[in-house]
C-alpha cells in the first residue's frame, strides 16, 4: 500500500446529514456531497425521517460523489462508513450502503468514529500538527488533546451540547434544527447582555441550567437580546475552558472543529484566547467543520493504511463509542 | 524584586515585595473576548470567593497560602509565596506517590463543607514534603454528594488525559486517600462519581 496513491470512499450517516467524499492517500478531497435532513419547524432531528431521507438520497449522493471525483465505484480502493455514535436508524443506512458496496465490489470496508473524523480532517485541512481540539457540535462540546495513540478528554459538558443548547433553544422559538445558523442571526442583533447561569466546574462546563432559564425568559425579554446573551456566555465558557487546555498543556495550537466552528462569534472569541496565551488558531473551511464525507473519508484512510479494515459482515455500529475508545495508531 | 511567576488562563501570579516580605500576587486580568459585564462579575465573584476559601480551608486543616491582602478593585489576592513544585510536574516525571495526599485533601474540604471546583494537578504545590491546594476561584461552599463526585470526577479526567500511562496507579492513589479521611462516605461519593462519567456523551459503562 505505501507508496502508492490510493482512493478511499466516505460515507457518513450520523444524524441529519448523508454524505459521501472520495478522498485520496495524499489527503486530496475529490469529490464531497451531501444532503441535510430538516425536521418541521419547532422540532428536531426526528430519527426515522431522518433515515427515511438517508435512505431516499443514499445513490443519488453516491453517484454524485463518483462523478464529481471522476472515477467509478471499481477504481476506489476502499469504502469507509461511519459506524458511530449517532442515531441508530441513521447509522444503519450509512452501514447498509457501506457494506452493499463492500460486499458486491469486494473492497476492504472501514468502520470509523464520527468524532474522530471532525478532529482528523480539521488537522488535515488546517495543518495543524499537535493541537489542542475543541470539539463543538451538536453530539459533542469537549476539549481533547492526543496522547499515547488516542485522543483523550481533558474536558467536557457535564450534560448537552452547545449544539443542543441552541437546538432546543431555537426549537422552542419555532426554529427547525440545526438552528446555530438562525441563533448566530438573532445574536447580532442583540444589543443587551442578559445575566444567565455561567458554569465551569474545572474543566468541565454545564449547559443544561443555561438553557432552562434562557427558554423560561422567551417571552419576558427582546428574543434578540436573549440569542445573544445565550451565545456570550456559552462561548465564553468554552473559550475559558479551552484557554485554561492550554494554559495547562502549554500547547501551541488550538483546532476548533465541528458544527458550532461555523459560528463567526466563536471564532472571533477563540482568536483571543489564542493571543492570550501565544497559541495559533486553526479553524477548517466552513463547508467541512459540519459533518461531510470526508471526515470519514480521511480517518478511514488513516486506519486502511495502518491495516485495519474489517469483513463486510463485521460492519458494526455503534450508537455509543466515545472518543477515547479509538485507538489512533498514528498519533501513538 | 518582581518576577511574573505563572500565566494562567484567568490570571497572572507575580511575585513582588509586599510590606518589605516575598508575597504572591494573583491578578485575574481582564478577558477581552467576554463581553465586559460577565468578565467584571466573574473576577469579582472568583477573587472574593477564593479570598475566602483559603482561610477557610486552612481552618479545615490543610496548608493553604496565607492571605496577606485583597484588592478587590484590581481583582488581586496578595498572598503567602509558597516555594516548590506543582503536583503535575512531579507526575509529569513519574512521581505519583502525593496523589494520595491529594485524595485526602480533597476529603478534608469536603468534610468541611468545601468543594474545591478545580482539582487539576497544576493547583497542588508540594512544599518541603507539605502539599499545599491552591486556585479556588471555583470552590463552593456545599455538602451536596454531586458536587462532592464532581471534584472526584474532575480528578479522574485529568489524571487519564494527562498521565495516561500511570493512571491507574495514580487514581488508585487518590481515592485510597480520599477513603482514609472519609470513611465510609467514600464508597458513596466515588459511587457517584461514576454515575456522572456515565451521564458525560456518548458512555457505555465500565470505571475502574
Redo the contacts between chains.
Sequence with gaps: MQGKNITMLGIESTAHTFGAAIVTSEGRILSDVKEVYRGANGSGIHPAEASQHHAIYASRVLKQALSRAGIRMEDVDAISYSA??GLGPCLRVGAVVARSLSSYFSKPLVPVNHAVGHIELGCLLSKASDPVCLLVSG????LL?S??G?W????????I?VGQLFDQFGRALNFSSPCGPEIEKLANKGKK?I?LP?T?????MSFSGLLTSAKRMIGRYDVEDLAYSLQ??SF?ML??VT??A????EKKELLVVGGVAANKRLA???E??CK??EATLFVPPVEFSGDCGSQIAWVGMMHFQNGYSVKPEDGFVR????V?EVQIPWRS | MEKLIK????AEVWLRSWMGIPAVYKVRKQ?????Q??DE??RRQRTVKEAKILVEARKAGIYTPTVYFVDLNNSTIIMQYVKGNNM?KLLKEGINKPCFGLGRILATLHLAGIVH????T?NFIISDSKIYAIDFG?SVHSSDIEDKA?DI??VK??L???I??MFDESFGLVKEGYASVAGKDAEHIIERAKT?EL??????GQWG
Design positions: 458511530g455514535p453530539g459533542h462540546t469537549a488533546c496522547s499515547m488516542k483523550r478528554f481533558f474536558g467536557e459538558t457535564l450534560d451540547t447582555y445575566a455561567y465551569v466546574k474545572g474543566n468541565d456570550e456566555t465564553s473559550c475559558e484557554e485554561r492550554l494554559a495547562f498543556t472571533e472569541m477563540l483571543q484566547v492570550r496565551q450508537q455509543r463509542w466515545r477515547d | 500565566k494562567g488562563a484567568e478577558r477581552r473576548y467576554m463581553i459585564d460577565l462579575l466573574l503535575r471546583g478545580d482539582p487539576t497544576s471555583l464532581v470526577h474532575l479526567e485529568i487519564s488525559a494527562d495516561p500511562e456522572i451521564r458525560g456523551r456518548y458512555a457505555r
